[in-house]
């Protein structure tokens, strides 16, 4: 994942503290094309060096993104 210059140190530090996870939204999109919107625990992972966030193969979450692997995510840090 990418990150302007001005955050490309800022994003990892804030998900990479396992005693305060952050929590947010994920927004993938169903067959019809409606968004589906979840809360979602994010996560840095380091050796892919990319932000991402749990799901399970068998989820609705996991096959929308199989079937189009948009989303959308947001979340709300309070600093």
């Known amino acids: 994942m990418i990150f302007p210059d001005e955050l490309s140190d800022w994003i990892p ?17 169903a067959k019809d094309g409606m968004p589906r919107v979840r809360t979602v625990h994010f996560r840095w992972i ?15 979450k996991w096959k929308e993104l199989e079937e189009n692997p948009r989303a959308a995510c947001c979340y709300f840090h309070p600093k």
């Open 13 to 29: 530090a804030r998900f990479d503290d396992d005693a305060k996870p952050l929590y947010g939204q994920a927004a993938t999109a």
């Open 46 to 60: 380091r050796a892919l060096g990319r932000l991402g966030f749990a799901c399970h193969r068998h989820s609705p």
